[in-house]
């Protein structure tokens, strides 16, 4: 019937049938639900088999290990405002851009390559957690290594937690870079303590989290830094195979005067070439020309580049992945049912009630867990009812905490709720202006308490799966 598994499940719901993705369901209900969608429900043979799949090709080399090739590492900067990252990402640049680089003129791409010891490193071009987190909201999983710049002077603070915890949901490593160390008011080892506070044990004692002091006003440091970072790259073992054909994602894109719409994308696997036809989003073309970080023209790139494409149909989104089509007519057949089915889903989606979609999320998404983020008042509070919540009875689906900080419900927390699937829980905290709006953009489900005896047992029923929606 051409419904969407969370689509049947709400309705479902609205008829009283509590059901999963792979339950079956009454014959009367099922009929219902044809019947309400325009079909009636004929019940006779199962439909043919499948026909038996040829025998097996030969691998494609796409999936021959071994055109795995080692890729360099991409970096992003993160960590609390006025701590650096800026500073840091422009210092690194410079003092690392060769001599027949220094005459180009280098292009804001949204990424740029820096070459250390012989090894390319990529960095993304905009710094701190929105850019990631809004990436990481639309799939597109761009960073290997995050660097949390902290002042050496101010230790952590509200943002340099969240941009942790946005790191440590997406399982990326974090390397800690101490920053402004060239201050006299300068106490690394005060940053050290603020590490081991928030879950982060610096190498220096004994943990795995490298640590480097570093300052973007001299330099100093900054090759540690570096050397740190090729360091957890190789732990990592990141592979590509050139071989294959791209893969990548949109770092960002505009329309250009002289150039029409062009977009930055970030090659993750495969290569992409002049001439290559490509889909993005809902825009395709053929790729007229290629333009690397440092302006010059390129025939190819490979796994980790940044490259600024030309030749698209319009200006695809931040996020939209990039893919490699046979033929032009097939990426715009494709193109258009983007299009369409973007039409049609956001007329479905706007009828479901968050609370019943929370619910088919867990179902649809074989989630076996709750995924929560908590903001409170205090500190204590909120480790109190992590606490509790851990402690909840549960049978197949148990509470995840995602994160757990402390201020009210901002921005940054829907995009990481989007991005991991949580559900945002405040305790004794408002909503910032315009961020309801978002989350009911994103679908995202806020819950606001006062006791934590209510919001406990919320979470007991959304387990069970019982959860009403919020009034
Ligand atoms: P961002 O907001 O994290 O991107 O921080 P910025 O890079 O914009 O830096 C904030 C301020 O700190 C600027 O005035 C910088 O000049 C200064 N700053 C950054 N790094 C250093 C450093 O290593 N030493 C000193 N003394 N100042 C720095």
Redesign the pocket.
């Known amino acids: 019937v051409g419904k969407k598994p969370n689509e049947l499940i709400t309705d479902l719901i609205k008829l009283g049938e509590l059901a999963g993705i792979n339950q079956p369901i009454s014959e009367a209900n099922a009929r219902k639900l044809c019947a309400s969608y325009g079909y009636e429900l004929e019940i006779g043979a199962a439909p043919k088999p499948a026909p038996a799949p040829a025998a097996p090709a030969k691998p494609k080399p796409e999936d021959n290990p071994a055109n795995l090739k080692e890729r360099p590492p991409v970096v992003t900067?993160m960590?609390?405002?006025?701590?650096?990252?800026?500073?840091?990402?422009?210092?690194v640049r410079h003092t690392h851009v060769t001599a027949q680089e220094a005459g180009a003129i280098t292009q804001h791409i949204g990424a740029s390559t820096v070459t250390h010891n012989g090894k390319p490193i990529t960095f993304i071009d905009t710094?701190?957690h929105a850019a990631f987190t809004n990436m990481r909201a639309r799939g597109a999983n761009l960073t290997d290594i995050v660097v949390l710049?902290v002042?050496?002077t101010e230790g952590f603070k509200p943002q340099t937690v969240e941009a942790m915890n946005h790191a440590k949901a997406a399982k990326v490593p974090i390397i800690v870079a101490i920053?402004?160390?060239?201050?006299p008011e300068a106490d690394p080892d005060k940053i050290l303590l603020h590490m081991q506070q928030n879950g982060l044990t610096s190498e220096d004692w004994g943990g795995d989290v490298g640590t480097v002091r570093?300052?973007?006003?001299?330099g100093?440091g900054l090759p540690d830094l570096l050397d740190r970072i090729l360091l957890e790259a190789e732990i990592l073992e990141l592979k590509a195979n050139p071989k294959r054909r791209a893969a990548g994602a949109v770092l960002e894109a505009q329309m250009e005067v002289g150039l029409g719409p062009t977009a930055s994308v970030l090659v993750q696997d495969g290569t992409l070439h002049v001439g290559d036809t490509i889909l993005c989003g809902e825009h395709y073309g053929r790729i007229r020309t290629l333009i690397n970080d440092k302006g010059e023209r390129v025939k190819t790139a490979g796994p980790s580049v940044p490259v600024k494409v030309v030749g698209l149909s319009g200006v695809p989104e931040a996020g939209d992945r990039l893919e490699i089509f046979e033929s032009e007519k097939a990426a715009r057949a494709e193109a258009q049912e983007r299009v369409a089915a973007k039409r049609g889903n956001m007329l479905a989606t706007s009828a479901i009630a968050t609370a019943e979609d929370l619910f088919s999320k867990l179902n649809s998404n074989n989630q076996n867990s709750l995924n929560i983020i908590i903001k409170s008042d205090v500190k204590g509070s909120g480790e109190a009812i992590a606490h509790s919540l851990a402690e909840l009875p549960h049978e197949k689906i148990k509470a995840e905490v995602v994160a757990n900080a402390v201020g009210p419900i901002s921005e940054n927390d829907i995009s990481l709720a989007a991005a991991t699937n949580s559900i945002v829980v405040g305790f004794h905290v408002r909503v910032n202006p315009g961020v309801n709006e978002m989350a009911k953009k994103q679908k995202v489900e806020i819950r606001l308490y006062s006791i934590i005896y209510e919001l406990l047992e919320d979470i007991t029923d959304a387990l069970a799966g019982k959860l009403e929606p919020e009034k």
């Open positions: 900067f960590g609390h405002v006025d701590h650096g990252k800026t500073s840091l990402q422009d210092a710094p701190g710049v002042s050496a920053n402004k160390i060239d201050l570093v300052s973007a006003k001299t100093q």
